[in-house]
């Protein structure tokens, strides 16, 4: 026996019939069809992912910026509530100022309206920072709305055409498989248990050609006796390297 594995395909050792190897080659070309289409869909999916995620990241930023925006308001109004009680009691103080019977009386009253206008301007400059928080978040919010709108079209847009596309994938996948299954009920059993076992084992094809003597694949010679039978087509050889079934060319 010529060195390498070589596969005698029927229980009688009688050799396999001279298109088997046809029939595998082109069982392996449905094979990448299927496969192509099936990284094409695994592509689309994930870009619909991508898509549908970025919008769920936005939106969850529209809420952020909904609860900022009620908090700088809720300032807003403590501040103007705050200004209001300080207008009311700088009012009073100078009206009581008004009063005063005595230089004692005075001084007291001028410091008591002194320390109301001071924190009266320090709750006015707290309300003008709350003011332009609170339009600060609005503008934020309403510029993250408007992007909202123009993406929920833009990837509206194209989430509809990835489902389109991966509707007709879907489609062409399950008649790929059909013609898949009768191409294989046409193939020698021993041949296509031998192709699928290959195929598992492996991320790309399972048959590889013989290229002036060495392997298609892992370019490993191949001994000259090998090489003959592996010509005569009537028997499956396997690279005793990296385990492709090595076929003939023209």
Known sequence: MPEGRVIRLSEDGEEMEGNTVESLLQLQEIDALIVDRQARLAALRAESEQLVAELEE???????????????????????????AGRETLKRLQ???????????????????????????????????????????????????????????????????????RRRLDEEIAIELDRRSNRALRIDERARVMYDMVRRGRADSPLAPLVEGVCGHCYTAIPLQTQQVIRAGRVLVVCETCGVILHAVD
């Open 58 to 84: 936005l939106e969850k930023k529209t809420v952020v910026l909904n609860g900022r925006l009620e908090e700088v308001e809720g300032e807003l109004r403590h501040a103007e509530r705050t200004v209001q």
């Open 95 to 165: 009206a009581r100022a008004q009063e005063v019977h005595n230089m004692r009386e005075h001084t007291a009253a001028r410091a008591e309206v002194d320390a109301a206008r001071q924190n009266l301007e320090a709750g006015e400059d707290e309300l003008l920072d709350a003011m332009q928080d609170q339009e600060t978040a609005r503008s934020a919010l309403s510029e993250l709305e408007g992007d909202i709108a123009s993406r929920q079209q833009e990837y509206g847009e194209r989430l509809e055409d990835l489902d389109a596309e």
